[in-house]
């Protein structure tokens, strides 16, 4: 079966865990991706603990079904080697602050020269413009400065920091993977590459869309917890049980309110939905109605009242759910933790023709290196004394 990135070279230059989560995205559809990596020791992401059978947990969760290929990029020598292969290659994702690899002399306007088709795909923090693209950051960083962070948590509390890196994830990773995508098909039209300049703090600043649109349209400032969608109303909320777990209620449409009140036993709280001088009376005591049982009563009762009420999960929890497991969202990788098999998620992107192929295969550092060596028209001389010079 051909995939939709079959024939694709992907030269990943980038570590850690969002550039390298962009590239699993193309290999899942079919990129050869090559991860070009420092030599003997490989990625930093190789090495953070928890380490299970020789390499990172984190490092599982985002490298599959790559080639690794070791290359001192600082070396002429390596200079060279990386120009050949980028030269054969038709998207290279660079991680680095802006200028590292223009200083290197591998920058995208040097190495267009010997092959105008290239997509270079720049993912840094804050871009390869403006008054900070030289600052270093990481998620929570960027999340500061987008103002999200700061409407993210309860009312009157401390914000709350996620456990997914907005900026990085939902933010870097997805629209890299869009900007190489439109450049691929740009290119089918026009027969040249491009550079995509992507960063994460813009790529945050898109998420509050409607925030940014509910503050200027209503005139005025946001405030934490205190919003149609975070907390503001009883119909969206989140609720305590009496054995310390917790539910979400989503009600927004009339339909569901009224399911959920009637079946709570507070009908009277109807025609209140969207009145906000009595939010705080119906949020208490619905919480205390909610707080009454535990979470198993609420499921039994509400899950299949179509009310927008579902309890909230642990990992454990949903990675056994008949929903998560239906669409092979969890998998299990050849290694194993403390407790079992290491879990990894699966593709969220489900093509009916051309699905997704995931391939648990995470290579060794520089596994790769004689392979892609001898495709480029070195020697086994060469190849060997790149290895005793620290090129590779």
């Known amino acids: 079966m051909n995939l939709p990135l079959d024939g694709i070279r992907v030269l990943d230059l980038s570590r850690a865990r969002t550039g390298p989560f962009t590239t699993q995205i193309l290999a899942d559809f079919g990129a050869e991706v090559i991860k070009i990596e420092p030599p003997v020791q490989g990625e930093p992401g190789r090495h953070e603990p928890p380490i299970l059978d020789g390499y990172s947990a984190y490092f599982y969760s985002v490298n599959r079904n790559k080639k690794s290929f070791t290359l001192n990029l600082k070396s002429e020598e390596g200079k060279q080697i990386f120009k050949k292969l980028a030269a054969k290659s038709d998207v290279i994702l660079d991680q680095f602050r802006p200028g590292v690899m223009e200083r290197l002399g591998l ?99 898109s998420y509050l869309t409607t925030g940014i649109a509910a503050w200027t349209g209503w005139g005025k400032s946001l405030e934490m917890g205190n919003d149609t969608l975070t907390g503001k109303y009883a119909f969206y909320n989140i609720y305590e049980t009496a054995d310390n777990r917790f539910v979400s209620l989503g009600a927004i449409e009339k339909k569901f309110w009224v399911n959920f009140c009637e079946k709570i036993g507070v009908p009277e709280y109807i025609e209140l939905q969207w009145d906000e001088s009595k939010q705080e009376e119906i949020i208490g005591r619905i919480q205390e109605i909610i707080k009454s049982k535990p979470l198993s009563y609420w499921v039994d009762l509400l899950e299949n009242e179509d009310s927008c009420f579902t309890p909230l999960l642990t990992l454990e929890e949903m ?74």
């Open 107 to 205: 920058g995208y306007e040097e190495l267009k020269k010997e092959n105008n088709r290239l997509i270079y795909c720049a993912l840094s923090g804050f871009g390869n413009t403006g008054p900070m693209k030289n600052w270093a950051g990481h998620d929570i960083n960027l999340q500061s400065l987008s103002g999200l962070l700061g409407l993210t948590g309860a009312k009157n509390g401390k914000p709350a920091i996620s456990q997914v890196p907005l900026a990085g994830f939902a933010g870097g990773t997805m629209f890299a993977v869009t900007a190489i995508l439109l450049a691929l098909i740009a290119r089918e039209k026009t027969g040249q590459g491009q550079f995509c300049d992507i960063s994460m703090l813009d790529s945050a600043v």
């Open 319 to 392: 990675a056994s759910h008949p929903q998560i497991k239906d669409r092979e969202m969890i998998i299990e990788a050849p290694v194993n933790g403390p407790n079992g098999p290491l879990l990894l998620t699966g593709t969220p992107i489900k093509l009916s023709q051309t699905p997704a192929q995931i391939n648990l295969n995470f290579s060794d550092t520089g596994e790769h290196n004689q392979e892609l060596l001898l495709s480029l028209g070195y020697s086994e001389e060469e190849i060997e004394k790149f290895n005793k010079q620290g090129i590779i």
